[in-house]
């Protein structure tokens, strides 16, 4: 009995060792994200940029929709749908001009952290804008 209650004492110090040790302890990924959107600064390329961040799963090209208002023709730029992320890829539409508006990459780091991060057709960052978050939707603080 003795050796067992021993051998329950050392798991558990092993597991507190590995929480505190290993990061976990520490681990915010709203404080990972908040210092990943205020890294990224218009000018940057998109390499750059996804240095301070998890590489992405998916982007979005950015679209022109064509439309009438009032009479009158109008055009706006949306994201499109989203496409599977691949560095190789990317670049390659980037060199043959085939996102000539840009395209917009979103960044979710927790239920109250997410951003936007929005590219020119040369792949240089525009802007880095908050995206719409769970905490947003439930009218949570965001911490």
Same mark, same amino acid.
């Given at each position: 009995m003795r050796s067992i209650l021993g051998?329950?004492?050392?798991?558990?110090? &092993?597991?507190?060792?590995?929480?505190?040790?290993? &990061?976990? &302890?520490?681990?915010?990924?709203?404080?990972?994200?908040?210092?990943?959107?205020?890294?990224? #600064?218009?000018?940057?390329?998109? #390499?750059?940029?996804?240095?301070?961040?998890?590489?992405?799963?998916?982007? #979005?090209?950015?679209?022109? #929709?064509? &439309?009438r208002m009032g009479g009158q023709d109008i055009q706006t730029l949306v994201p499109g749908p989203a496409i599977s992320f691949r560095a190789e890829g990317l670049e390659q539409r980037l060199a043959e001009n085939g996102l000539p508006h840009g395209f917009t990459v979103t960044f979710t780091y927790s239920s109250s952290v997410a951003f936007t991060v929005t590219f020119d057709g040369t792949g240089t960052v525009v802007s880095v804008e908050d995206a719409f978050t769970t905490a947003d939707l439930l009218q949570m603080e965001k911490h």
């Open positions: 051998l329950l004492i050392a798991v558990a110090l &092993g597991w507190v060792l590995m929480y505190y040790a290993g &990061g976990y &302890g520490s681990f915010d990924p709203s404080q990972q994200g908040e210092a990943a959107k205020a890294a990224i #600064r218009p000018g940057m390329s998109w #390499r750059e940029a996804f240095t301070f961040t998890e590489t992405p799963k998916k982007y #979005r090209p950015i679209q022109v #929709r064509k &439309g």
